[in-house]
């Protein structure tokens, strides 16, 4: 490890020993060391041009809104492979190393944009959880008076599809109206997103927050793989950059560790460590 680096390792570790509480924020990068690609960045999707028979679509195409009511066989074939590398793929260690050295020191929150269901499967309290772009472990219906009366679903029914073409062999049915269900995760364009289950998970975080200034708690805000594009849960000067999520001042911040191998920032009071999730989380807390 470089001597610039270990500089700003020995800063976090002393930050972390000040914390009383800690608000763990991720994005995309969080889950590269299991094998899940990030949307942008070097070796990101969101760049590349996906290549189904003789067509070629962007990434924010395929994973539209519009092509789940144009071209629901094709959005469908897409995201069941998708999710498939994500439930074949396990949490990397560093999820687990995170979560031994939090649950007894910290008070502590999960604030992610990764739809991998990977800190619920590694074992975080799914009460200290907030998924602000859903989980692939819960599907919708696309008609919004059904899911309003009736909530999510659990994901169990994922077509197979056709690996050359993509195209779904059969849509999944709502099992209340019949009509096609869709994953319940955020996508491009969607104004249809259910965000309910999810608005109950914020309200949770709201509550942490509160306690943090209530009982004069150090809060300590660990982000982990956060990009800089408009949805990012990334942290800038203590506040979050995208007024997306409307998240309140942090009270009591004593600080920002950010683990990213790109994309450094000046920003006041953040410690920036150029390592990924894995081999950043090892360093902190060994």
Avoid at 203 to 215: A, G, P, V
């Amino acid at each position: 490890m470089p001597r610039s680096v270990k500089k700003e390792v020995i800063k976090a570790k002393a930050l972390l020993q000040e914390a009383d509480a800690l608000l763990i924020v991720t994005g995309a990068g969080m889950s590269v060391d299991s094998g899940i690609p990030t949307y942008r960045g070097e070796n990101g999707i969101w760049t590349k041009s996906i290549k189904i028979g003789e067509e070629l679509y962007a990434y924010d195409d395929i994973s539209s809104l519009k092509m789940w009511k144009t071209k629901p066989e094709l959005a469908w074939g897409f995201k069941s492979h998708f999710y498939k590398i994500m439930n074949e793929l396990e949490p990397h260690q560093g999820y687990y190393e995170l979560l031994e050295k939090v649950n007894d020191r910290y008070d502590y929150f999960v604030a992610t944009s990764n739809i991998d269901g990977y800190f619920k499967k590694s074992g975080f309290d799914i009460n200290r959880i907030y998924e602000v772009h859903g989980s692939v472990n819960y599907l919708q219906c696309m008609d919004k008076s059904c899911n309003n009366l009736n909530g999510v679903t659990e994901a169990v029914d994922l077509p197979t599809y056709n690996e050359d073409t993509f195209i779904a062999d059969y849509l999944p049915k709502c099992k209340f109206c019949g009509n096609m269900s869709r994953p319940n995760v955020s996508m491009f364009g969607d104004v249809e997103f259910y965000g309910k289950p999810y608005e109950h998970q914020r309200k949770r975080l709201n509550e942490f927050l509160n306690n943090i200034k209530k009982y004069n708690k150090k809060l300590l805000i660990l982000e982990i793989g956060c990009g800089i594009n408009p949805h990012s849960l990334r942290m800038s000067d203590g506040r979050m950059m995208s007024g997306e999520w409307k998240m309140p001042k942090f009270d009591n911040n004593i600080g920002t560790i950010r683990l990213n191998p790109n994309d450094e920032q000046n920003d006041k009071d953040t410690i920036h460590i150029p390592l990924g999730a894995k081999n950043g989380i090892h360093s902190l807390f060994i």
